[in-house]
């Protein structure tokens, strides 16, 4: 899978790193915590185009997470 950069919308961070289940959260791709611990298990979420699990995935600044449809990129 290609992640589609152009598309992705830039979040600020205020931290070098943010955990994947409250990046989704911030970037506004899904609604809550218990939200995001369920797409991120089913494997409906990809990092940098790859499938991840890991609800703590580290993620930092350049990292483009997308879930249905929508990306956001990690920015600072």
């Given amino acids: 899978m290609m992640v589609r950069v ?44 790859e499938v991840d699990v890991r609800r703590g995935r580290q993620l930092a600044v350049g990292d483009v997470v997308e879930v249905f449809g929508r990306s956001a990129r990690v920015a600072r």
Wanted: without cysteine; hydrophobic residues 50%.
């Fill in 6 to 49: 152009s598309e992705a919308i830039d979040v600020t961070i205020s931290d070098d790193v943010i955990r994947l289940g409250q990046f989704l959260k911030l970037a506004g791709l899904i609604d809550s915590g218990a939200e995001a611990k369920a797409v991120i298990a089913d494997g409906e979420v990809t990092v940098n185009g």
